[in-house]
């Protein structure tokens, strides 16, 4: 079993957004070398199903493409991944990101591009995409969307690193005192408990 199956079979949601769920298919501190989740385009398009954005294109699947292209398509999910990445831990360290900002917001252009808003019932509405193409930047822009809210919805300050040291997913911390240290406190929480009481153990057996 691979590293992504395992992962979309135990699909871990921590982050409290789906643009902070989807920074956090990769673990860059993971193991030795760093977790990556999405090592195929298929990943992507598995993870995509999982949290619901291909609900719309249930063939998506069939849509058939060629190797290259799907190289290119993961090369892009990862580009956008990892720019989130970097304006969330470069804010939470307190600096300013440009760069992979200007990324995000040339990914944004084309995303608004798209939006469209129905009406379901009478002031009841909706934002959706003019494209009934599952291709994998449709399936980006809602992502972008959701991103783009966290940050100007007041919650971009909310975004926190989990404090395991070999765990580095982000998360919305919406406790009143902002006091959430782990993206989950039964696993990261435990072994940063567990760390600490042997490290606790051994300095009372060296006295
Ligand atoms: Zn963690």
């Known amino acids: 079993m691979t590293d992504s199956t395992y992962y979309m079979?135990?699909?871990?949601?921590?982050?409290?957004?789906?643009?902070?769920?989807?920074?956090?298919?990769s673990n860059r501190k993971g193991a030795a070398n760093q977790q990556e989740w999405l090592q195929r385009y298929d990943d992507f398009l598995d993870w995509a199903a999982y949290v619901g954005l291909t609900e719309r294109w249930p063939?998506?699947?069939?849509?058939?493409?060629d190797d290259g292209e799907h190289d290119q398509a993961l090369q892009r999910v990862l580009t956008v991944r990892e720019a989130m990445y970097d304006v969330c831990t470069r804010a939470i360290a307190g600096k300013k990101d440009t760069e992979s900002l200007d990324?995000?917001?040339?990914?944004?252009?084309?995303?608004?591009e798209h939006l469209i808003l129905t009406q379901t019932d009478p002031g009841v509405f909706k934002q959706t995409y003019d494209t009934d193409q599952p291709d994998p930047d449709a399936l980006l822009w809602p992502i972008l969307h959701h991103f783009q809210a966290v940050l100007t919805e007041g919650k971009g300050a909310r975004i926190?690193?989990?404090q395991n040291q070999y765990c580095d997913w982000l998360f919305l911390d919406v406790t009143k005192n902002k006091s959430r240290r782990w993206c989950s406190p039964d696993i990261c929480g435990n072994r940063a408990k567990a760390r600490r009481y042997y490290a606790r153990l051994k300095t009372e057996e060296k006295q």
């Open 59 to 65: 063939d998506h699947k069939k849509v058939p493409r």
């Open 9 to 25: 079979e135990h699909l871990r949601r921590r982050g409290g957004d789906l643009s902070l769920d989807f920074v956090n298919t």
């Open 103 to 112: 990324l995000l917001n040339e990914e944004l252009k084309k995303a608004n």
């Open 160 to 162: 926190k690193q989990c």
